[in-house]
């Protein structure tokens, strides 16, 4: 069966710090990867997706960048995190090009001081 | 712009009731929309999809309509028992083909024994 790990639980990084996080899916090839942050009050928003290795898509202008280095590993990083970097964020995967469910991991609360 | 709403208030019902959901969306021509259960700290877990073709999708005590003169969807829990208490996620696709999905804030169901 297939899983989605993400690490770690929880973050706390002072401001202008770098990060990464990682998310790594098993069981499974070529999935759709994606990228979520949902902040307090806010509902759950897409950073970034990607399609294949290498193939990287963003959809807010934004401090973040990601990567898929390999074909089920996908990271979210950043150079200097700002305070409104800080947030709840969620790997996701999903297979094909039809409307399949997303499959979440259980994110990352990163707090960013 | 484009926006999906969903009730901001809790909803507090007794167990054993039904609980009733909405999801409306405006400036959206959806192609289906799916429904999330998400636990505090955890990530969504896919609930039920439904296409626009589509008017009601049953599983098990779950049950989804899709009206889309309405531009609305009814996500109905039946028999709801105090371990269905969690915030309930719509998202919306706008095509059949590779589409990412948009989520709305969601709505809190909390059932009391």
């Known amino acids: 069966s297939q899983t989605i790990h993400q690490w770690p639980a929880t973050l706390v990084q002072p401001v202008g710090s770098p990060l990464s996080l990682e998310c790594t899916v098993e069981?499974?090839?070529?999935?759709?990867l994606y990228w979520y942050r949902q902040a307090a009050g806010r509902g759950l928003q897409l950073l970034f997706y990607?399609?294949?290795?290498?193939?990287i898509s963003s959809e807010v202008p934004q401090n973040l960048s990601a990567s898929r280095p390999q074909d089920r590993q996908f990271i979210l990083s950043s150079k200097k995190l700002l305070l409104s970097d800080s947030g709840f964020y969620l790997c996701a995967w999903s297979l094909g090009q039809g409307p399949s469910p997303l499959h979440f991991g259980n994110g990352t609360r990163l707090t960013v001081t | 712009s484009q926006k999906i709403e969903q009730n901001s208030e809790a909803l507090n019902i007794q167990e054993g009731k039904t609980a009733t959901l909405t999801c409306n969306y405006t400036?959206?021509?959806?192609?289906?929309l799916q429904w999330y259960r998400q636990d505090p700290g955890r990530g969504p877990v896919f609930l039920l999809l439904i296409r626009e073709n589509e008017k009601e999708k049953r599983k098990e005590r779950l049950k989804v309509t899709f009206d889309t003169t309405l531009k609305q969807s009814l996500f109905h829990i039946t028999a709801s028992q105090p371990a269905d208490s969690a915030t309930y996620l719509c998202a919306l696709s706008l095509n059949s083909g590779y589409s990412t999905l948009t989520f709305g804030k969601g709505t809190m169901l909390l059932v009391s024994p």
């Open positions: 990607s399609v294949g290795i290498g193939q």
């Open positions: 400036n959206y021509s959806p192609a289906y």
């Open positions: 069981g499974t090839s070529n999935p759709n």
